[in-house]
């Protein structure tokens, strides 16, 4: 009997901790938005739109807010991909990070009016939704 729960019960722990590492990476532990609706709503329409608006410089002052607000608007994406709970790994995290580095120094580019440096930055920033689908975004 003794020898049976050794076997079963960090089996049973890595069983439950596999489930959970799905449920974080779909939803967070407490709060409603999917992570689906995260990506569709707020990261990937901003991402499409700066990436579009970077192509040449933004032509007066207006487009450039328009642009921070983007950049902005990533970077906090990235502390809602680390906040409850929904993170299940270092790849994650690390995907996370690079994602809120990258928007930051981006957004920091715009402010400067620095087309060139925010498209560079940007094209980093990409990075990160590759390395953390690649891993976990279900095909
Ligand atoms: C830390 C992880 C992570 C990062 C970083 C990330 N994504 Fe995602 N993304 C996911 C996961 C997980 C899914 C799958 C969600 C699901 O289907 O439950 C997803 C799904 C998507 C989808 C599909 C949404 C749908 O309606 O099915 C799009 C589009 C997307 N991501 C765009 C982006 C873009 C653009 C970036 C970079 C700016 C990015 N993602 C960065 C984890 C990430």
């Not at 402010?111 to 689908?133: I, N, P, S, V």
Request: with cysteine; net charge positive.
């Amino acid at each position: 009997m003794k020898k049976f729960l050794f076997v079963a019960l960090p089996l049973l722990a890595v069983v439950m901790f596999s489930f959970a590492a799905i449920a974080q990476v779909k939803k967070g532990k407490t709060r409603p938005l999917l992570t689906k609706q995260l990506m569709g709503g707020l990261v990937q329409p901003n991402c499409k739109d700066l990436g579009a608006g970077l192509k040449k410089a933004p032509a007066d002052d207006k487009a450039w807010a328009a642009l921070a607000t983007k950049a902005a608007l990533l970077n906090e994406a990235s502390y809602i991909l680390m906040a409850d709970g929904r993170c299940p790994d270092g790849v994650w995290a690390g995907a996370t990070k690079t994602l809120q580095e990258c928007s930051d120094v981006v957004l920091k580019k715009i402010e400067a009016k620095d087309a060139e440096g925010a498209q560079g930055a940007f094209q980093a920033m990409t990075k990160a939704c590759a390395a953390c689908h690649k891993a976990h975004k279900k095909k």
